[in-house]
């Protein structure tokens, strides 16, 4: 099983509105990460978590708040967001550790901006 | 800053045909993985490489790890109208695996 979970698949949220963003996996995977994809664009890394503790931080604005309660979840909370914001938003896991680093990417969250 | 290269930027085949595209940095990298990207969906792993002049293959799809480390190819077989989308290189330059850098993409259409 390689499934990385996403949800909401699709959001739509005002400026001032706080939302947040889940992910999941169930692949014993100890890495996670978020990433932001513009249309026509690669993905852009945002944050790294590696073994819970956030490891990279793509030089993120603060209105992205990362959150790693457990081995097997990944949150983004959202606030006070800017219509450039919208976008494709992209959780993906990796095992850490031995000689493999495959990252292994969820459905994404399509995020407008209003 | 890492920096990725792909050509062609877009294609245009005809279904049966083969696929070459390739993937250039002026750095040297460590791992090479290869991804394609359907729309409004995530980009689903083809390949990974881990060792320089490594050929590995996946069903119609074979991908290459340069010998000089700064490279790499993806070769598609046979083409079928569901290779249409988008293919992403994705290098890491780390020994912890975290950090990958995206190459901007090649756009493959099949016609039938």
Redesign the interface.
């Known amino acids: 099983d390689?499934e990385?979970t996403?949800t909401p698949k699709h959001l739509v949220m005002g400026m001032t509105n706080k939302k947040s963003l889940k992910c999941e996996q169930h692949m014993g995977h100890r890495?996670m990460?978020w990433y932001k994809q513009k249309a026509k664009?690669?993905?852009?890394?945002m944050f790294?978590y590696?073994y819970e503790k956030l490891?990279?931080n793509e030089s993120v604005p603060s209105r992205f708040s990362p959150e790693c309660p457990n081995s097997s979840l990944l949150n983004l909370h959202l606030h006070a967001l800017q219509p450039e914001d919208s976008a494709?938003y992209?959780c993906?896991s990796?095992?850490?550790a031995g000689?493999?680093?495959?990252?292994?990417?969820?459905?994404?969250t399509?995020l407008t901006v209003t | 800053g890492q920096q990725l290269n792909q050509s062609p930027q877009s294609m245009f085949i005809q279904e049966g045909e083969d696929v070459s595209m390739n993937c250039t940095s002026s750095s040297i990298f460590n791992t090479w993985l290869w991804y394609k990207q359907d729309p409004g969906e995530g980009p689903v792993l083809l390949i990974a490489l881990y060792k320089a002049g490594e050929l590995t293959s996946n069903g119609r799809l074979t991908a290459q790890f340069g010998i000089t480390r700064k490279d790499s190819f993806l070769n598609i077989s046979a083409s079928i109208p569901s290779d249409v989308g988008i293919y992403f290189c994705a290098g890491q330059k780390d020994n912890y695996g975290q950090n990958f850098v995206f190459g901007p993409g090649t756009r493959l259409s099949v016609l039938p």
């Open positions: 390689t990385v996403q890495a990460y664009k690669p993905p852009e890394l790294v590696s490891s990279i494709l992209l993906a990796s095992p850490t000689e493999t680093y495959e990252q292994y990417f969820g459905p994404g399509r």
